[in-house]
């Protein structure tokens, strides 16, 4: 719903206007981690873009689908069945009705994201999922991705574009990958390396590529903990809804 039509349906019933919130950025600023705590503390729903695309690369690899054959992944990208649940609290996805929360993080699936995620028939259809999902959201809704602010929600009220180092970045994949690995070590220039190339790989495609919006609010999170992270954006959201 365009912005002045949810203000006008929200206003008639003395209810608070839905505020979409738009969070982009490259891998390990912090997207997930902020967007969930900020829509908890504002009682928003949540929506993980970046795991509806690991979903439809989950079933493509599942289904035998080459994933460097565009075309090929272009023809299939209406049959997977996508649904996220968007409480911040316990985001799902299924895809045709399984749990896919797990075996969409497997390394598998993230080689293969970047090049399924390119093709402009696997875009269109999870964009148009995306907008629905927004409109549907009854107090707003806090949408986090790579071109969630250029692309898909470009009348967003608040645009928060992430960043921090490569270091930094590493640094907190790494964590992530040791716990998961049972706290074996991990390698942080390989995880850099792969973190960069991922990074050029969603910033080099066609089809609505990783970029910064020119009207969103660009937070280096290199030197912040999460919580100031979240404390930022928060305000940011506050200052634009008193605004008006
Ligand atoms: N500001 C921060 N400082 C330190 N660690 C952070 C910060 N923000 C997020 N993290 C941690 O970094 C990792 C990646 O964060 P995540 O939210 O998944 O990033 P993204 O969604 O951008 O890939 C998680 O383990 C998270 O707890
Ligand atoms: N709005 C989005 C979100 C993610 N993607 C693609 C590009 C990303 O490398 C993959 C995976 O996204 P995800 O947010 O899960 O990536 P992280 O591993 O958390 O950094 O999906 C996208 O093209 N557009």
Redesign the pocket.
């Known amino acids: 719903m365009a912005a002045t039509s949810r203000q006008a349906a929200s206003e008639s019933q003395d209810a608070p206007v839905p505020v979409i919130v738009a969070v982009d950025?490259?891998?390990?600023?912090?997207?997930?981690?902020?967007s969930r705590a900020v829509a908890v503390k504002l009682g928003l729903s949540y929506l993980d873009t970046?795991a509806q695309y690991r979903a439809i690369t989950w079933w493509m690899l599942k289904h035998g689908v080459d994933v460097r054959d565009a075309s090929a992944v272009a023809a299939a990208a209406d049959r997977p069945e996508i649904v996220s649940g968007t409480d911040p609290v316990d985001p799902t996805i299924t895809v045709d009705g399984a749990d896919a929360a797990g075996p969409i993080r497997t390394q598998e699936v993230t080689d293969a994201v970047s090049a399924v995620s390119a093709v402009p028939g696997v875009r269109a259809r999870i964009t148009e999922l995306q907008r629905a999902i927004a409109a549907g959201a009854p107090t707003g809704i806090v949408v986090?991705g790579r071109d969630i602010g250029t692309t898909v929600l470009p009348d967003a009220d608040v645009k928060i574009f992430?960043t921090?180092s490569p270091e930094?970045r590493a640094a907190?994949?790494g964590?992530?990958l040791k716990a998961a690995g049972g706290g074996q070590g991990v390698d942080l220039d390989a995880t850099r390396e792969a973190l960069l190339k991922r990074d050029a790989a969603d910033s080099g495609r066609k089809t609505s590529p990783l970029r910064k919006a020119d009207d969103a609010v660009e937070v280096d999170?290199t030197e912040?903990?999460?919580d100031?992270?979240v404390e930022c954006v928060v305000t940011l959201i506050e200052e634009k809804r008193q605004a008006g």
């Open positions: 950025g490259p891998s390990g600023t912090g997207k997930s981690s902020t970046g986090e992430l921090a930094a907190r994949r964590g992530e999170t912040l903990a999460l100031q992270v």
